[in-house]
């Protein structure tokens, strides 16, 4: 059983920067692909940004290319997302999955593994 807790969404101006954090329990954390999704009100729940295992590998949403950032640190069972030159487009609540393979994908249905997610607004 994996738990996933995110943090550090938040109120921004259009232009600006943040961090989102994903931490995650787990002895297999390690082993996993994980990903960023979002979603705004009204609308379906959208793939961000994802990570293989090893970090080696990371994938990104055309909307979101150039802006935001994937990374992990898997001694501290952790995933980041480095959102810059955010637009209120970009406002959504923000999840963090895992999926229990190696490689990642932009597929939502492939996570095994969801947070609660954390609320990002951007305005104009």
């Known amino acids: 059983q994996v738990q996933l807790v995110e943090s550090g969404g938040g109120l921004v101006q259009a232009g600006g920067s943040l961090r989102l954090s994903c931490a995650a329990s787990?002895?297999?954390?390690?082993?996993?692909?994980m990903g960023w999704f979002r979603q705004a009100p009204g609308k379906e729940r959208e793939f961000v940004a994802a990570?293989?295992?090893?970090?080696?590998?990371?994938y990104y949403a055309d909307s979101v290319k150039g802006r935001f950032t994937i990374s992990r640190d898997n001694a501290k069972k952790m995933v980041y997302l480095q959102m810059n030159s955010l637009k209120p487009e970009d406002t959504a609540v923000y999840y963090c999955?895992?999926?229990?393979?190696?490689?990642?994908?932009?597929?939502?249905?492939?996570?095994?593994?969801w947070g609660q997610g954390t609320q990002v607004t951007v305005s104009s």
């Open positions: 999955a895992a999926r229990t393979r190696l490689s990642p994908t932009p597929i939502l249905r492939e996570y095994d593994y």
């Open positions: 787990g002895r297999t954390f390690s082993t996993y692909a």
């Open positions: 990570i293989s295992w090893n970090g080696g590998n990371t």
